[in-house]
């Protein structure tokens, strides 16, 4: 009978939505992890010495190389900026469908009181 009272809809829906978000958190702490040693280690973006194109400056190639890397910054910065984001919007839904559903149940699985006995608290 407590396997039903459990398999309401409601019950399912919390129950998907802490999945979710858990999922939701999970994948946003591996990618802030990524992304925190793609800033901290950033790809040379080639392998050996760079090939120096024909009838390019070298000033222009230092500045087209200073232009990647920058732009692998960026892109690591905004990769952490959204995982953190994902983080913190995922983590407090999760944490609030996560206690409705541990305020239900100590409800439904207590015996019924007598019908002489006070209220508990």
């Known amino acids: 009978m407590v396997s039903q009272e459990r398999l309401t ?11 979710v978000t858990l999922v939701m958190s999970i994948f946003a702490t591996v990618n802030l992890v990524r992304g925190t040693v793609e800033l901290l280690y950033p790809d040379p973006g080639y392998y050996g010495a760079p090939a120096k194109e024909p ?8 500045r087209r190389e200073q232009a990647t890397k920058d732009a692998q910054r960026r892109q ?3 990769a952490l900026v959204g995982s953190g984001t994902l983080l913190l919007v995922a983590g407090p839904v ?26 508990g608290p």
């Open 55 to 62: 009838g390019v400056s070298d000033e222009e190639q230092q």
């Open 94 to 119: 999760y944490a609030y469908h996560w206690r409705r559903v541990q305020r239900e149940l100590p409800a439904r699985s207590s015996p019924p009181a007598p019908e002489g006995s006070p209220p």
């Open 9 to 19: 809809l409601r019950n399912l829906y919390l129950y998907l939505v802490c999945l």
């Open 76 to 78: 690591a910065v905004l």
